[in-house]
T-cell receptor, first 111, second 116 residues
Framework: AQSVTQPDIHITVSEGASLELRCNYS??????LFWYVQSPGQGLQLLLK??????LVQGIKGFEAEFKRSQSSFNLRKPSVHWSDAAEYFC?????????FGAGTRLTVKP | EAGVTQFPSHSVIEKGQTVTLRCDPI?????LYWYRRVMGKEIKFLLH????????ESGMPNNRFLAERTGGTYSTLKVQPAELEDSGVYFC??????????????FGEGSRLTVL
């Protein structure tokens, strides 16, 4: 069965610094991979997704993620973090017709 | 276009009581999902409807949980009787074509359940 691991429960970065959130997955076939973000008081919002093709995918809000099959990873990156990026981030893998999530990484942004 | 709406946003009940959570998906979305997040843990899949049919209910924890989607529109998730370990945030999501086609699920804000 597929699973997702987000090793970092909580990350703190300074505003303007770069960000990388880690995600590792376990899946027997070509995975469909996603990153969602949940800001306080809101539902989960899709940041980006990977289905096939170019392994570097661009998303909304300046985020990108790179699919590395050899490492079973799909890490999320942003070159310069803004205070509004403070939220919880979830990596997910899609299979058949549903989606399985990691435990999330909470991002705190220092001024 | 209205998003996925969930009601109530927060419910506090005592152990042994019953709670019913409601989800109104985006109009026209045949696929409806329920997920649950227990504090600090992963968002866990509960079940998936396609229209009014249960496509996959493998994530339902036990028979105290009952989900329905009469008429293929809104869905309810009833917990009866509630236990302490049922506390968490229950998310509903919908999509028109499903994960393998578009990849995007549209989520509601969640219903927080606290069982005392």
């Amino acid at each position: 069965a597929q699973s997702v691991t987000q090793p970092d429960i909580h990350i703190t970065v300074s505003e303007g610094a770069s960000l990388e959130l880690r995600c590792n997955y376990s899946y027997g076939a070509t995975p469909y991979l996603f990153w969602y973000v949940q800001s306080p008081g809101q539902g989960l919002q899709l940041l980006l997704k990977y289905f096939s093709g170019d392994t570097l995918v661009q998303g909304i809000k300046g985020f990108e993620a790179e699919f590395k099959r050899s490492q079973s990873s799909f890490n999320l990156r942003k070159p310069s973090v803004h205070w509004s990026d403070a939220a919880e981030y979830f990596c997910a893998v899609g299979d058949n017709n549903d989606m399985r999530f990691g435990a999330g990484t909470r991002l705190t942004v220092k001024p | 276009e209205a998003g996925v709406t969930q009601f109530p946003s927060h419910s506090v009940i005592e152990k042994g009581q019953t709670v019913t959570l409601r989800c109104d998906p985006i109009s026209g979305h045949d696929n409806l999902y329920w997920y649950r997040r227990v504090m600090g843990k992963e968002i866990k899949f509960l079940l998936h409807f396609v229209k009014e049919s249960k496509q996959d209910e493998s994530g339902m924890p036990n028979n105290r949980f009952l989900a329905e989607r009469t008429g293929g529109t809104y869905s309810t998730l009833k917990v009866q009787p509630a236990e302490l370990e049922d506390s968490g945030v229950y998310f509903c999501a919908s999509s028109r074509f499903g994960v393998r086609n578009t990849g995007e699920l549209f989520f509601g804000e969640g219903s927080r359940l606290t069982v005392l």
